[in-house]
């Protein structure tokens, strides 16, 4: 039986009482929390002061709610999935992406017309309100039942220069980058990644926990004079993945001889 006797918001001082029995070890990572009646007993509160209390360790990222399961401590475990950034050259002159053989399609692709904005525009190349061809797809890994967001982003000026990458619904990235290189352009990218708090259509497509971040990658395709052709958006539970990166030296540019 615990007492609170701490300054403070009484649901603030149970909080403080269970994240202490968290953080200890008591309550386990991934284990149910006791329940609503286990808790008042154990710090001798009303039913609002335990609400509030766990409803503040939610917001935290301690705790989180499965629907018709209850509240549970966050496993603190390592991530399900890990997805490899490299892209590489088959024998027969195509590219290949580690992940492709992870990640299935959940839904048909959707492929459709928009503008760029400020986020996309200057990644690409342009200006705001630009015409883009875009493509979103919703991936599963089977064996984690880990989701993602993919979309990728054409301007339309590169897709009339290139039909292929305008047909419907849109080819996924490695078939897009045979289609540019057979047009001629020699590729290379540059990617971003940061994390950030979902927006709501994406913490429900992803059926992310309360307090859960995202990893959010930006890949650039670029082609002949570093032209940006295409966008990727790659979206992914943070607590879900972890990105692996292959890494080469580039070489120094040479230096000019003083006369």
Request: proline share 9%; net charge neutral.
């Amino acid at each position: 039986m615990t007492e609170i006797q701490r300054p403070g918001a009484l649901y603030q001082q149970v909080a403080a009482a269970i994240r202490e029995a968290i953080l200890s070890g008591e309550f386990e990572p991934g284990a149910p929390l006791p329940s609503e009646a286990q808790l008042i007993e154990r710090y001798k509160v009303s039913r609002p002061t335990v609400r509030n209390a766990v409803a503040a360790l939610r917001a935290e990222g301690l705790i989180e709610v499965r629907h018709g399961k209850g509240s549970f401590v966050r496993s603190d475990g390592q991530p399900a999935v890990t997805i490899e950034r490299r892209i590489s050259h088959t024998r027969d002159g195509q590219f290949a992406l580690p992940d492709g053989s992870v990640w299935e399609e959940a839904e048909e692709p959707t492929p459709y017309r928009a503008r760029s904005t400020k986020a996309n525009g200057p990644l690409l190349g342009l200006g705001v309100e630009e015409e883009l061809f875009v493509c979103d797809r919703l991936l599963t890994d089977p064996a984690s039942g880990t989701r993602a967001m993919l979309r990728t982003v054409t301007p339309l000026a590169v897709a009339a220069d290139v039909p292929l990458l305008g047909e419907s619904p849109g080819p996924p990235p490695a078939a897009a980058y045979a289609i540019l290189t057979q047009a001629g352009h020699k590729l290379w990218w540059s990617e971003t990644v940061r994390a950030r708090m979902p927006l709501p259509d994406e913490r429900t497509t992803l059926q992310l926990p309360d307090a859960t971040p995202i990893l959010h990658l930006a890949r650039v395709t670029h082609g002949t004079d570093d032209r940006p052709l295409m966008l990727e958006e790659f979206r992914v539970g943070a607590d879900r993945a972890e990105l692996a990166y292959r890494i080469t030296a580039d070489k120094q540019p040479a230096r000019r001889a003083r006369a």
